[in-house]
């Protein structure tokens, strides 16, 4: 089945401690989005990646990093400089940016905590 | 600035017909999305309206007006797993997507 994988589906976090979250799709699809889902707040974009080894800053990169060495990956660091880093974490994917290429198929999420 | 508007929380009844309605002011307008997530679950993808009027899709259909900056989705036939978030996305004028807060929407039976 094609779809995209996230995991871990639980993560905890730290003081000063970066940690990697894993995004794996099979779709076959261009482009990646790393979203961060808060309580009563639209999904807001981290980063976002049409092609390997490219990827731009969304709205609120500051604190995390990304690469894109495969078309099928795009992990999501969360660095110590995130300060307030507890939220749910959405990543998606899509055939590409145009309007018609556009609509984002979701993996299922991981929930990132700080002890 | 841009915005998406959607009511934070709705209630209906299980058989019934609800209407969630979203109003958007964005930089440009390329398409309207819809995606339904459960509590801790993964958005999944709904229905997009490109141009003005009515998409139906089954039990859920989705209107779009470009001049008044609105769109509704209406679900009928009501279930009890219909209790989910409903999220309005709109795609601007640099083809980035802007997603509303979501409306929460309760099925009591």
């Known amino acids: 089945d094609g779809g995209i994988t996230q995991s871990p589906k639980y993560l905890f976090r730290k003081e000063g401690q970066n940690v990697t979250l894993s995004c794996e799709q099979n779709l076959n699809h261009d482009a990646m989005y790393w979203y961060r889902q808060d309580p009563g707040q639209g999904l807001r974009l981290i980063y976002y990646?049409?092609?390997?080894?490219?990827?731009q800053k969304g709205d609120i990169a500051e604190g995390y990093s990304v690469s894109r060495e495969k078309k099928e990956s795009f992990p999501l660091t969360v660095t110590s400089a995130q300060k307030n880093p507890t939220a749910f974490y959405l990543c998606a994917s899509s055939t590409g940016t145009e309007l018609t290429k556009n609509i984002q198929y979701f993996g299922a999420g991981t929930r990132l905590s700080v002890l | 600035g841009q915005n998406i508007d959607q009511p934070t929380e709705m209630t209906a009844t299980e058989g019934a017909i609800v209407q969630i309605n979203c109003t958007y002011q964005t930089s440009g307008f390329n398409g309207l999305f819809w995606y339904q997530q459960h509590a801790g679950e993964a958005p999944t993808f709904l229905s997009y309206n490109v141009l003005d009027g009515l998409e139906e899709k089954g039990r859920f259909s989705s209107f779009l007006s470009r001049s008044k900056g609105y769109s509704y989705l209406l679900l009928k036939e009501l279930q009890m797993k219909d209790s989910a978030s409903y999220l309005c996305?709109?795609?601007?004028?640099?083809?980035?997507?802007?997603w509303g807060a979501g409306t929460k929407l309760i099925i009591k039976p």
């Open positions: 990646s049409q092609i390997v080894n490219d990827f």
């Open positions: 996305a709109v795609i601007d004028g640099n083809y980035q997507l802007i």
